[in-house]
């Protein structure tokens, strides 16, 4: 049994790995979110790497001397109105709110919510899982080369999960690569070769 501590696919090193680059650099995205006003949406099917994005856009912005304020919603996570208007409203002018989950959000919210970021003039960027909520700074998609170089990474180049069983195993999660992770990280830690065959 390998600890948590020591196992490649832990939460913490995945997060500490930050975005990998898909059609654009992040540099590229920082630059076009900037000519979008700081409001746009990062578009993609679940565990395609959405909020890994939107963190790493959300540090960039704040190192950069921009307030910003960070919220999360989902299906299973609730926040009431009051909760996001006083964030908003303790937000100043230029400010920028990022807002994992805003899809969530019923379209009566949402509009009420666009409306408060324009009177108060302050940036939003979203997650999405369609597009047409804001203008579309990327939209993030999952494949099995993705996949391999997320490995790749967390096992410091180490080969022990063949090309063909990643590939087989994104096509078992629906292009999920989070829920990939997470049975990855329980077969290492019951083998210690996360219970994938040697590569040939």
């Keep these: ?45 679940h565990g395609s790497g959405k909020t890994t994005l939107l963190r790493e856009l959300e540090k960039h912005v704040r190192q950069s001397g921009i307030q ?16 996001i208007r006083n964030t908003i409203d303790s937000m100043p002018p230029q400010g920028v709110l990022f807002f994992d989950g805003a899809c969530h959000l019923s379209f009566w919210r949402f509009r009420q919510l666009r409306r408060r970021m324009r009177k108060r003039n302050i940036g939003m960027v979203i997650t999405a899982h369609r ?46 690569i989070r829920d990939c992770l997470w049975q990855l990280y329980d077969e290492y830690a019951g083998t210690g070769n996360a219970g994938v065959p040697p590569a040939t």
């Excluded at 910003?68 to 909760?83: A, G, H, P, Q, Y």
């Design 131 to 176: 597009e047409g909520l804001l203008n579309t700074l990327t939209v993030c998609r999952s494949s099995p080369a993705l996949l391999e170089d997320i490995v790749s990474h967390l096992l410091d180049g180490n080969t022990i999960c063949s090309g063909s069983y990643l590939a087989d195993l994104l096509q078992t999660h629906h292009g999920n």
């Design 1 to 45: 049994m390998i600890a948590a501590k020591d196992n490649p696919f832990r939460v913490g090193r995945i997060q500490a790995m930050g975005y990998l680059p898909q059609a654009f650099s992040l540099p590229q995205l920082c630059e076009h979110l900037e000519q979008l006003d700081y409001t746009a949406a990062i578009v993609g099917p």
């Design 68 to 83: 910003t304020e960070m919220l999360f919603i989902s299906l299973d996570v609730k926040l009431s109105w009051r909760v």
